[in-house]
């Protein structure tokens, strides 16, 4: 997946008069981990959901390499079902997990053997987030788009969604303000917004996670 790699048609958008993308280019290749860091306001969000698809850009486009399977992460509007239950979302999201392979993922993603039968819409945002992401790693996706994907876990879920990040096989790009999620992805990466500014991960960065 890639923003125009020639220097042209890279994404750009605004809102009314306020730009808030110029020119991002940005190529996501087999395995790569990039994360994107930047001020409240700065854009990721709206870069992520370009990236997804979920939103087009004003100018520019982005280019979905053959055989890509996006998985993607967004807090404000996560993909569970409400009213399936959790057991259901699972299966719904990882369809090549056997029954019992549910249950070992469920398990491993902290919810009890009452909790499965719960359905979605009554979970606590934590749970929600741990849910979404127990069935993105197993989707078969083959690049997650994870926006701050520790917000609202408290340290048991937070350690085990941050394994699953660690232990992911495909390309992941991830915005996040937590340094811990950080020596999960191993990022080689990062972008800056609102500049847009791509360079090589260097642990100089890692004073600007805390701050973004
Ligand atoms: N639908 C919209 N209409 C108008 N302005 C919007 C819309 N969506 C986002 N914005 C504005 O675009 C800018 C970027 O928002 P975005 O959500 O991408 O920021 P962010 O970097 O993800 O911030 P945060 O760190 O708070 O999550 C903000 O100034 C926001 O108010
Ligand atoms: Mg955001």
Redesign the pocket.
């Known amino acids: 997946m890639w923003t125009d790699a020639a220097g042209r048609d890279q994404p750009e958008k605004s809102?009314?008069t306020?730009q808030?993308l110029t020119g991002v280019d940005l190529a996501v290749d087999r395995g790569s981990r990039v994360v994107i860091l930047?001020?409240?306001?700065?854009?990721?969000?709206?870069?992520?959901?370009i990236l997804a698809g979920e939103q087009q850009p004003d100018s520019g486009r982005v280019v979905h390499g053959h055989g890509l399977r996006l998985g993607y992460f967004a807090q404000e509007h996560d993909t569970l079902v409400r009213d399936h239950t959790v057991r259901q979302n699972l299966a719904d999201a990882a369809p090549y997990l056997t029954d019992g392979e549910v249950r070992r993922v469920l398990g491993a993603f902290l919810f009890s053997g009452d909790d499965a039968d719960k359905t979605a819409g009554v979970l606590s945002d934590g749970e929600k987030t741990r849910l979404a992401l127990a069935g993105l790693v197993h989707s078969g996706a083959n690049v997650l788009l994870l926006?701050?994907p520790t917000n609202n876990l408290d340290p048991a879920s937070r350690d085990e969604v941050l394994a699953a990040v660690g232990s992911y096989p495909g390309a992941i790009v991830m915005?996040t303000?937590d340094e811990g999620a950080i020596d999960a992805l191993r990022p080689d990466r990062v972008l800056l917004?609102p500049d847009a500014d791509e360079d090589l991960w260097d642990e100089e960065y890692r004073d600007l996670v805390g701050l973004?």
């Not at 930047?38 to 992520?48: I, P, V, Y």
């Open positions: 809102y009314g306020h808030v930047g001020l409240n306001g700065s854009g990721k969000t709206t870069l992520l959901r926006d701050e915005v303000h917004l973004a």
